[in-house]
Antibody
Framework: VQLQESGPGLVKPSQTLSLTCNVS??????????WSWIRQPPGKGLEWMGY???????DYVPSLKRRLFISLDPSKNQFSLTLTSVTPADTAVYYC??????????????WGQGTLVTVSS | SYELTQPPSVSVSPGQTARITCSGD??????VSWYLQRPGQAPVLLIS???KRHSGIPDRFSGSSSGNTATLTISDTQAQDEADFYC????????FGGGTKLTVL
């Protein structure tokens, strides 16, 4: 399974950040897995942002719920992140990842290489 | 909101055993995963469900959990193990610890 993020590396404050994750080696709709976005500000730790399931169900971290939207494009085997009204605090390396979730167990077995997005005018 | 606390840094001599802790309220009621992240690279899953090594991970890496603390143990620590390590659990959403930088002196 391979994941690859793509999108602009620079976004202006107050604008919308859009990233896409292309998945190969697995089908997004085959079931059993969730497709997540995780970010890491420069020099800081990891923050899970949210996921979309194979059926299109989403879950977002409460702090981003008003600004975050994750969608699925089965025809292209891609999923996408849209983050509105960005500020410099949204500057980070953004990773897409395949998430295993079953009851109390969750883990990220496969990650993209990450893409740095800088929010600056 | 639920939090996981890790020491910012741990130092170990080559060949010795390193232990990295991860603390959270009643953490042994939850499952913990561990990740290794080298500079400029994506995290790699080491351990899931407290103590299950992921495919291809050397048996020098092991995990345990008791009470409020989960521990990642690295035996016979090597220079290549120098990296950042993160614990992760589920509490509604996904929670990561703040990360621990392992230095192999």
């Amino acid at each position: 399974v391979q994941l690859q993020e793509s999108g602009p590396g620079l976004v202006k404050p107050s604008q919308t950040l859009s990233l896409t994750c292309n998945v190969s080696g697995d089908s997004l709709t085959s079931g059993g897995y969730y497709w997540s976005w995780i970010r890491q500000p420069p020099g800081k730790g990891l923050e899970w942002m949210g996921y979309i399931s194979y059926s299109g169900k989403t879950d977002y971290v409460p702090s981003l719920k008003r600004r975050l939207f994750i969608s699925l494009d089965p025809s292209k085997n891609q999923f996408s992140l849209t983050l509105t009204s960005v500020t410099p605090a949204d500057t980070a390396v953004y990773y897409c990842a395949r998430q295993y979730l079953n009851g109390d167990t969750t883990m990220f077995e496969h990650w993209g290489q990450g893409t740095l997005v800088t929010v600056s005018s | 909101s639920y939090e996981l606390t890790q020491p910012p840094s741990v130092s170990v001599s080559p060949g010795q055993t390193a232990r990295i802790t991860c603390s959270g309220d009643k953490l042994d009621d939850k499952y913990v995963s561990w990740y290794l992240q080298r500079p400029g690279q994506a995290p790699v899953l080491l351990i899931s469900q407290d103590n299950k090594r992921h495919s291809g991970i050397p048996d020098r890496f092991s995990g345990s959990s008791s009470g409020n603390t989960a521990t990642l143990t690295i035996s016979d620590t090597q220079a290549q193990d120098e990296a950042d390590f993160y614990c992760q659990t589920r509490d509604g959403g996904v929670i990561f610890g703040g990360g621990t930088k392992l230095t192999v002196l």
